[in-house]
């Protein structure tokens, strides 16, 4: 494990010292579940996210490469 140091405002240390009294977990392991918790709820599923996206579009990626490209010139 590796030791990070943060700043945050006093108001929010209250929230969550008051929070970590109630559930009987330590500052530490309080802010460790909310942020394991935090990336569970925001990382990729996998590298397949994108498969199938232009499966409804009426046009060839090719094409559409060639037409965004035109935009640099």
């Known amino acids: 494990m590796t030791r990070?140091?943060?700043?945050l405002p006093e108001e929010d240390l209250r929230q969550w010292?008051?929070?970590?009294?109630?559930?009987?977990?330590?500052?530490?392991e309080l802010i460790r579940q909310a942020l394991?918790?935090?990336?569970?709820?925001?990382?990729?599923s996998?590298?397949?996210?994108?498969?199938g996206l232009w499966?409804?579009?009426n046009t060839d990626g090719a094409f559409y490469e060639?037409?965004?490209?035109?935009?640099?010139?």
Do not use: C, M, Q
Request: hydrophobic share 40%.
């Open 55 to 57: 499966a409804n579009k």
């Open 36 to 44: 394991s918790g935090y990336l569970a709820d925001n990382r990729a």
């Open 4 to 7: 990070i140091v943060i700043d």
């Open 17 to 28: 010292d008051n929070l970590a009294a109630i559930r009987h977990l330590s500052r530490p």
């Open 66 to 73: 060639n037409h965004v490209r035109k935009e640099w010139e």
């Open 46 to 51: 996998s590298n397949n996210d994108a498969f």
